[in-house]
Each structure stands twice: as C-alpha cells, then as structure tokens.
C-alpha cells in the first residue's frame, strides 16, 4: 500500500518544480543537472509507458502524439502538451507547449527542457524498444514556435 495524500492529491506547483531545477542546478551546475534530469526524465517516461500499458507496443508514429498527450498533457499529469509527433529524415520530431520547464522563464533565456524531453524519450524507447539520441532543437524561450525534441535512432 502506498502513501496517498489525501487533501492535496497528485499535483503541486510549477514553482515547486523550478525551485528543485535551480537548486540541482546550483549544486551540481547546469551540465551536471541537465544530465540528471534528463535521466530522471527517462526513467519516468519507461515507467509511464509500462503504466499505460504501451511498452513493447511498437504503437504507430501517428498515435504517439495523443499517447503523450493523454499521460503527461491536460488531461494527464501536465508536464507539457504534446501537439504533434512525426518522422521527419528519419529522426522522430515531438513538438510541445506549455512545458513546466519553460513556464516562468524570461525570453532569451537559455533553459533547456531537460526533464520533459527525458520524459517523452523514456516513454519513446519503452514504447519503440528502440535505442534513440535525443536534442532539444526549439524553444518557445528563444522564438520557437514549440519546445522541440529530435529523437534519432541509434
């Protein structure tokens, strides 16, 4: 049996969360805890595939979108909103919104979405049973349309 809080449920603060970034960041620097939280990222997208029943489906490209979306957009646990997944020359291209790594941040700043893009990569792999590199290419804190992450197989 596990521990469930009874008055404040699942959720708690976008500002909560940055402050556990920050002070990751001023402990082990910004390399360091994109390193981290990217892993824990990953970890919690396998474990979010495994929980949705989707690991080892090998689910179509074109579903993948409403997949992610459905766990970690609105409806789900409200990391990011997932708007669209597609292969494009051969990587796989996930372009989000609303990130919880970007909210709060000023434009320009250099905030990459470390654990979101972890997250959807876990949740990738565990689905694909493929190997992937993943980068963020975009970001709405720079003039992107999107926070975009590549995958490419390895």
Do not use: H
């Not at 699942?10 to 981290?36: N, P």
């Not at 396998?46 to 989707?54: D, F, Q, S, T």
């Not at 320009?108 to 990738?124: P, V």
């Amino acid at each position: 049996m596990t521990y469930q809080r009874d008055e404040l449920g699942d959720f708690s603060s976008v500002v909560c969360f940055k402050a556990v970034i920050t002070g990751v960041e001023d402990t082990l620097g910004k390399d360091g805890a994109g390193v981290v939280f990217t892993r824990a990222g990953k970890v919690r997208g396998g474990n979010l595939a495994r929980e949705l029943g989707v690991a080892g489906s090998n689910a179509p490209i074109s579903e993948l979108a409403a997949k992610l979306d459905g766990a970690i957009g609105k409806e789900g646990t409200r990391l990011a909103s997932v708007k669209s997944v597609r292969e494009e020359g051969g990587k796989i291209i996930v372009d989000t919104r609303d990130t919880v790594c970007s909210s709060g941040e000023e434009m320009g700043s250099d905030r990459n979405c470390t654990f979101t893009m972890g997250a959807i990569w876990g949740a990738l792999e565990a689905i694909t049973g493929k190997t992937y590199l993943g980068e963020q290419t975009q970001s709405v804190l720079r003039g992107g349309e999107f926070d975009r992450f590549e995958f490419e197989e390895l």
